[in-house]
């Protein structure tokens, strides 16, 4: 079977996974089976067989497993924002089919040569930065929860940081593949672009107080680096820089002592002060409370979860326990309906997914295209480990989105669009010499 | 290149296996300690979305405790409703989101809402859960006598006080009424209604339950148990004689009998009989002084004192009576630790809760055996079969049947001739015995009424019954004794015509 019906196959049994999850919703909302359920995902499975013949045309050698593993992932989020608000499900499915309109545009234009984009590394260099600093200039930024993510232009909102992620991947792919030897050779004034990104990476943590974006960026070219010069040391400098810059901040800003804090001792069996209302609180009442009522919200899932549309997720007084729920949170949600099988599942779905994206990067057969490859495939991981990693308390969490799950067009449009570019360099390593 | 993204792919292999670990420590190892925090929502939401069992009265069958349905968010939760609002609240309890639980509320919790690891409710459950119905607790069905415990509650006014009231036979609590009561409908949303009730004594305290854990000195009502104390001795008799010079030496000190108006009362040369039936303390005190302080604790003892009093509300909301040193239970190791003497007369930091005096008095009118007290009659499923179902429980013969029938008959004495005779009802016989305790404040007495009544002498009496007032310028003999009265009328007439 080639990868092309292979893919036809899995966008199948996707579309399908669809239907049953929405009719599910359904039966649990309104105890009725209904045909909408049936529509919805047909027309879903519309929507990713348009991708497909796309795909078949412009990148006929690319990997078959991508887009249906993008498509279950899609799944998950729909269902899940879907069960908890039916308005914003709608919007996500706009969303997803406006990300499935950027995939085919991006393949399209990029259908002969996606490698010219090597030769506007430095201009990516440069958007990315701009991007990373722009939700703090004064008038398009705007601060919510404490940390400046969002730029708004008129009624437009979005999230720079996901794009910026991209953009920094592109530079540092035509950047490190061009200086990988001098900078392999240890050569002093090569450091020079390392200490410019550390200083850009703690700038913006200043700037923003986004320490999951500045985690994240910081990372994937840590990764990078090694990739290209296969010096560990570099990656050593690299982490302990990172460390001690991040120490000073932590005496410095008190944003950020305060997530280490909560992360270390959301539970206090005293009552603190409160920044919120001024008053003594448990701190699970009162800074660390979305935390905690999301590790609540897991544990209740239990091994096999309360079944889609049967989770808990108002007070007794109706209103809303955890907040961004449909957003950063939304890992915390799935988690509770469906238990620790379906959560495993879908954390299996992005381990196939990096497996995938890791294959690529071997197979392509320049630098470029490697560098490109395995640095969004990573970035793609590590933003799943920074966003799920705090909802579990494995680290400070911060607010990030889970590719393809959480609610949100900049980040369904940007994800979307790394998976073509992983498509386009999987064509080119697969395409008949 | 290779080598390096193999090795890239690892470690983001192992960023996201470390996801899967974590995962699975929240959902199945640290599952059960989240759930079981006070600050889980979510649990809370669980408690109110099953259709609690309702609580009932014995007789008249009402409910005491229902439940309200209201659609919450994409949730039916269930929260309660308490139509008779104070009448029984102490023993009931509440159930609230706020302010948790309870009472039988929060002792029966398991029942109510179906977590009681019974088979059938089990399965029960189950079949609800399977259904997608709300899961329906157990009901509770009290012992209470709904119609005496409200003449209770009227009788003690705004009074502080307690009256429990139950059958000695079957240990089955009748009446338990404290007063200052609360609505327990207001503890939710108008709880600043409840901290504002006053009532004849400071703290107010409404929410405590005077009947089973308000500590009060005995004063006389004790002399029972010195009395019983003395015959099991078999040092003494009742007609053992004494000579009352209106005081008892402790310590090389002078104890007066109970002061009225007149001073001291001296009454000579007189018996074991004639000293309970008067209340004569220097009787009392020199008998203390004879057995030792612990002989008469053993026997006390016996009646169930040291001990938590077994009945089905939370352990915390019962106190054992004894006596008490610096708020803890203290049992002397040597006589010498007591001044016996006073004790005797139930003074000298001796503690009961009404609760244990009613024990005392059902067992002296039932031959010496003390019955277990019990509040719960059954629980029942929600299609009506019983899953549980109470049996009158023998805690022990606390003292010979012999020495049972004298110490009542003394006490028959006391109401027909002595200090009790308000407490005499008509057509029935009547035991009982009177305290009045000095607290130190002028006019501020707690006074008590302890008895048994039934039909005739030889027969088991009916109810047995423990009245305590707080503040009271008068005697036991005035104050709490036409309560008793009242209170047992009820319950005697209830079961003659039910």
């Known amino acids: 079977m080639s990868a092309r019906s292979r893919e036809l196959a899995g966008l199948i049994v996707a579309a399908l996974l669809a239907g049953i999850a929405l009719a599910t919703v359904t039966i649990a909302r309104d105890a009725e089976v209904s045909a909408s359920a049936i529509a919805w995902g047909a027309l879903f499975l519309a929507l990713y067989l348009v991708a497909h013949v796309v795909v078949r045309r412009t990148v006929p050698y690319a990997d078959g497993a991508l887009l249906p593993l993008t498509a279950v992932l899609t799944v998950f989020g729909i269902v899940t924002i879907y069960r908890l608000d039916a308005q914003d499900g709608g919007r996500q499915a706009v969303w997803v089919a406006i990300g499935v309109a950027a995939l085919c545009g991006v393949l399209i234009a990029l259908r002969h040569d996606y490698r010219v984009l090597e030769s506007y590394r430095y201009l990516f260099g440069v958007a990315a930065v701009g991007l990373l600093l722009l939700p703090s200039v004064p008038g398009v930024g705007e601060r919510v929860n404490g940390v400046r993510l969002w730029v708004s232009v008129g009624p437009l909102q979005f999230q720079p940081g996901e794009l910026a992620k991209i953009f920094l991947i592109l530079f540092l792919a035509g950047y490190l593949r061009e200086k990988r030897e001098v900078i392999a050779q240890g050569r002093l004034k090569e450091f020079g672009p390392l200490v410019a990104i550390w200083g850009a990476a703690m700038l913006v943590i200043v700037q923003t107080n986004d320490l999951g974006s500045a985690l994240l960026n910081f990372g994937i070219f840590l990764a990078m680096l090694y990739a290209a010069t296969g010096r560990a040391l570099f990656v050593g400098a690299g982490v302990v820089l990172f460390l001690g810059g991040a120490t000073v901040l932590y005496n410095a800003i008190e944003h950020v002592q305060n997530r280490v804090t909560i992360w270390l001792h959301p539970w206090t069996d005293d009552r603190v002060y409160c920044a919120l209302n001024g008053k003594l609180e448990y701190r699970q009442d009162c800074a660390s409370y979305q935390l905690v009522k999301s590790l609540y919200s897991i544990a209740n899932g239990g091994f096999g979860g309360t079944g889609i549309g049967e989770g808990t997720f108002t007070s007794v007084d109706g209103t809303q326990l955890i907040p961004y729920l449909r957003t950063d949170f939304i890992f915390s949600a799935i988690a509770q309906e469906l238990g620790l099988v379906g959560a495993a599942a879908l954390l299996l779905v992005f381990m196939v997914f990096v497996v995938r994206g890791m294959r690529v990067a071997l197979q392509a057969r320049d630098g470029f295209s490697k560098l490109l490859a395995a640095g969004l495939t990573f970035g793609f991981a590590l933003q799943t480990f920074i966003i799920v990693g705090g909802v579990l308390r494995v680290v400070p969490l911060t607010g990030i989105t889970l590719p393809f799950v959480s609610y949100g067009g900049t980040s369904i449009v940007a994800n979307f669009v790394l998976l073509a570019l992983l498509l386009l360099v999987s064509n080119r390593a697969n395409a008949p010499r | ?498």
Not at chain 2, 335 to 363: I, K, Y
């Open chain 2, 1 to 498: 290149m290779n080598q390096q993204i193999v090795r890239l792919t690892y470690v983001a292999l192992a960023l996201v296996a470390a996801l899967v670990v974590m995962t699975t420590y929240w959902q199945t190892w640290a599952s059960a300690g989240l759930a079981a925090r006070q600050d889980n929502a979510i649990r809370r939401v669980h408690e109110f979305s099953i259709d609690r069992g309702l609580i009932f009265s014995f007789t008249p069958r009402k409910r005491l405790a229902r439940n309200r349905e209201r659609v919450v968010g994409e949730k039916t939760l269930f929260f309660r409703r308490y139509p008779y609002g104070a009448l029984a609240a102490h023993v009931v309890g509440y159930s609230t989101v706020g302010r948790s639980r309870t009472g039988l509320e929060r002792s029966l919790n398991d029942y109510l809402t179906a977590s009681n690891g019974n088979l059938s409710t089990l399965v029960d459950k189950a079949l609800d859960e399977l259904h997608g119905r709300p899961v329906q607790g157990n009901s509770v069905v009290t012992t209470l006598d709904l119609d005496a415990q409200q003449l209770a509650n009227e009788q003690l006014g705004t009074n502080c006080g307690a009256v429990v009231a139950l059958d000695p036979r079957t240990g089955k609590v009748l009446v338990m009424a404290s007063s200052p009561g609360f609505d327990p409908n207001d503890v939710e949303d108008h709880y600043g209604s409840i901290a504002s009730i006053t009532a004849n004594c400071t703290p107010a305290a409404p929410l405590l339950n005077r009947a089973s854990a308000g500590l009060f000195i005995p004063g006389s009502t004790f002399k029972v148990i010195t009395a019983s104390a003395a015959l099991e001795s078999r040092k003494f008799g009742p007609g053992s004689r004494f000579y009352d010079p209106g005081y008892c030496t402790v310590y090389g000190k002078q104890v007066h009998n109970f002061a009225d108006q007149d001073g001291p009362e001296v009454f000579g040369t007189i018996n074991l009989v004639t000293g309970l039936v008067h209340s004569v303390n220097s009787v009392f005190c020199n008998i203390g002084l004879k057995l030792g302080a612990k002989a008469i604790l053993d026997t006390a003892k016996r009646f169930g004192f040291y001990e938590r009093p077994p009945l089905e509300t939370p352990a915390d909301e019962r106190l054992a009576s004894g006596l008490y040193r610096n708020g803890k239970l203290f049992y002397p190791r040597v006589d010498a630790n007591v001044d016996a003497g006073r004790m005797a007369f139930g003074q000298e930091r001796m503690l009961v809760t009404p609760l244990q005096m009613a024990m005392v008095a059902g067992a002296l009118g039932y031959g010496g055996r003390l019955m277990e007290p019990q509040v719960v009659d059954r629980v029942v499923a929600p299609g009506g079969r019983v899953v549980e179902e109470q049996h009158p429980t023998l805690i022990r013969q606390a003292v010979s049947k012999r020495t049972a029938h004298q110490v009542a008959a003394m006490m028959r004495l006391v109401v027909r001739e002595g200090t009790g005779t308000a407490a005499q009802i008509p057509g029935y016989t009547v035991g009982g015995k009177t305290g009045t305790a000095e607290t130190g404040i002028e006019g501020s007495n707690t006074t008590w009424f302890i008895a048994f009544a039934g039909k005739d002498e030889e027969g088991p009496p009916q109810v047995a019954i423990a009245v305590v007032l707080q503040n009271q310028s008068g005697v036991g003999g005035t104050t709490a004794a036409p309560i008793a009265r009242a209170v047992m009328q009820a319950i005697l007439q209830r079961t003659e015509n039910p």
